[in-house]
């Protein structure tokens, strides 16, 4: 094509051909327009992008890219997840995970295997769980410190004067409290799931301004806030005290009434599996206890 367009106009050529030429290229150059093959010159126009939208972003889910800070994101109803990035007055930084359960729609339950302690992803496995974080402490034998109750069936003893515990009733009531103001009672509590734990980070919205913990490491937390929803947090990293963590808790804006610290370090582990999100942050060690949430 490029050979005759550039071809010059020769004398001796009958005017009838020269037309049917140029009819010719008229049409031709018309249909390579409307194939795009040539680019079309409107002086309005605007070269297109591919794959180039004008449509509005919309949040996405976890697993399709990066999530937004400070936006709560619907995992399934009851069950939501945000994601924070907390500063202390010392510098230390982290992107804390919070996961919130409105109780209506959730069940609880502690589950504790010492003899055989499993990885986070093999305990979601185990009890087709929406939710697991790390329970309480345990010694190197992988027995829990303090009084553990899994389906009705109590281990261990009791923490006395210090300490809390997220338990749930023969009535399905999930609780947490502060032992020192409510200690465990064997002859009345009547407990189907229960794990405790050191020390109570937050109470009725307050610091609890304990002996705290110089040493910056990795947490887990389990609150409930104001509106009597339950909250899984995790700082990931190992950046914060445990008395930089209570303030940060206070100053957030989750409303929190009260907070527990679970075990932390390596045992610090979060997961969340449901159809709009996922969240994997794994314990560095196999866990024998933990507290599992299934939506209903």
Known sequence: MESWIRKPYMPNVPIKYSIKHCLLFCLLFCSLVACDIVPSTSSNSIPSTPGA???STINRPTDQ???QLNTWYSGTPGVE???EDWKSPGNNEDTVTIVRFDLRHITLSVAYQPTQPLSMSEW???EHATAIINGGY?????TATALVVSN???FGTSYDGFGGMLSVNSQGHIDLRSLRQHPYDPNNDRLRQATQSSPMLVLYGQATQFNADAASSRRSVV???KQGRLLFIASPSAAFSLGELEDLLVGSDLSIDRALNLDGGASTGLYLNTKNQQVTIDAFTNLP???IVKAL
């Open 124 to 126: 979601m496995q185990k």
């Open 65 to 67: 890219g990066t999530p």
């Open 223 to 225: 609150a409930m806030d």
């Open 289 to 291: 206890l933990v507290v």
């Open 81 to 83: 997840v945000r994601y």
């Open 138 to 142: 345990f010694d190197k034998q992988n």
């Open 152 to 154: 009705g069936q109590s």
């Open 53 to 55: 939208s004008n449509t």
